[in-house]
């Protein structure tokens, strides 16, 4: 019986790749329409030509056929964009992998033109940008917003005496007491919240230059934020801050974080 097939051209996002049988690679693609897997054969052979074009995070023009009960057929790729040195750079490549990772889980299939777009800039920059991390803590916020996970960093989540709390967030130096972050309730807690509220199992400590960075973060453009001094005790507990909310939202730790966590503690 032949199987049914049907050509079809698509614009994506390489995210990841993986090895399948001897020479043969499964290409998993953000598109503006679904995150989509697609089988290369062929690719791992040498001159194969279609290596080039499907390096990680590169923008690729694909042709392909739908195969039933299987994945698509990649029959050819022309790179629209290559991001060289999110592949070289070990750092940067690091950051994309995670970026990666969190497109896969928060998004599944439901993309949409906005995202794509979003990813392409966010790729572009990060090979651009003299501090990866620091883009990265601006790249979150969004990505979880998209995702439908917008975290509240103005306002307190808390609840208190059966009431929402909802004190307004203005964290400043002087600041004797800690805040707290809820990722149950989806943002930050008051000092008087992180108070009544610490013994619950997700909610941690948050210091209020961490809690101040977030808003910044949230609120303004890169170019704004990437100029003030970013204390590095401050980057390391956003680090450890960012982690917990989103892994608590994915139920599912990226293994990149890992690797991460370490690249924070050499900046
Ligand atoms: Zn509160």
Redesign the pocket.
Known sequence: MKARSRLYRIEGIVLSRRDQGEADRVVRMLTADGIVDLLAKGIRKPHSRKAGHLELFSRSQVLASRVKNSWDILSQAEALTVRRRLQEDFERATYARYIAELIIRFFEGETDVQLYNFVDQVFAHLEEVAEPMRFVRWVEPRLLTLAGFRPTWDM?V?E?EDAL?E?ELHPQPSDRRPYGIDPAHGGA??P??FKAHREMRAVQQLSPSALSWLQAFQRREYEDVRQYDFPSQTAVELSHVMEHYIVYHLEWRPSILTLMQELGRRE
């Open positions: 307190c808390g208190r709390c004190a807690l008051c008087n919240c």
